[in-house]
């Protein structure tokens, strides 16, 4: 029976598809063994002889073994791993680049049952309609960012909770930079959001004015509204173009022109709990009220415009947001 199976072996499989689990043990186990015979490879694999025999006919046919010399019965040897693979590696090859194709026909179907295709733009802009559809995407961008998440952040807000998300990426190691406007710091509990993202590693600054609401994904893709006052109903993907370029140019401008949200120094508060100086540049350079300020020290107003004044004469500032730039060109933040 074994020598029939020998025989039969260059002819066992005449459609060369991918590698099996089987072939690729048997192979796996030639190149650690050296010569060996279908017997002991399979005490070796733990396969039953005849997976072990077709393995050897798929393998052969492949060109990845060989018959060596001896026998009866005969032995079988891996060829060199560096040659003999580079035709599986071709395959492979060869495969993505089909799947890419299909992608790129299925991406064509998907905008076309859509009436999102612009002959104009191709493939290089998509629109998502839809507070949900928005919410979605931009949690599927984040899941798939690898390298670096560079945000504008402006209300309105299409997702209410903006911070769990980011603290995943932030937890895989993707870089986070993230530009607030004035106006986002001043929603309910939005600046301790930010700071626990800055202590989870985010780079965050805040400006007085932004142009519109912008994320950029890796070097891939980039997410903002539709038009202005669309940031709920609709947003644009911009793919890999000029257009992408340009808004990556747009975020790193605005970013120089901004001023950091200091991480907490939470040692610094437990010696110093009165005095928490970068924190009330950062709250000075997001527009919050004297009150307001008060009420996240736990002091009366007037301590904070007697601090406030101190701080615009130490720093030549005539008002509160040049205040905050004065401090960070100056490496107070």
Known sequence: MLAEDVEDLGSWSSDHGAVTDAEEAVYVDLCGLGPATSTRLAAESGLAHVVVVQALGGL???????????????????????????QVLRDREEEARRLRAGITRLLDGYHRSRGLRDPALGDLVEVVSGREAIADLWL????????????????PFVQLDCMGPELVVLNRGVAVRSVYERATLLQPGKLDEIRTLVTAGEQACTAADLPFKLALVDARWALLPLATGTELSGAL????????DALAQTFETHWARSVPVPAPDREREREEPDDGHAELLTLLAAGMTDERIARRFGVSARTVQRRVSALMSGLDASNRFQAGIQASRRGLL
């Open 60 to 86: 052969r046919a492949r060109g990845l073994v060989r018959r060596a010399g001896g026998g009866p019965p005969p032995r079988w040897s891996a060829a060199a791993p560096d040659v003999a693979l580079q």
């Open 140 to 155: 599927s961008l984040l899941d798939g960012a690898r390298e670096q998440v560079a945000i504008l952040d402006k209300p």
């Open 237 to 244: 993907v911009v793919r890999p173009s000029p257009l992408l």
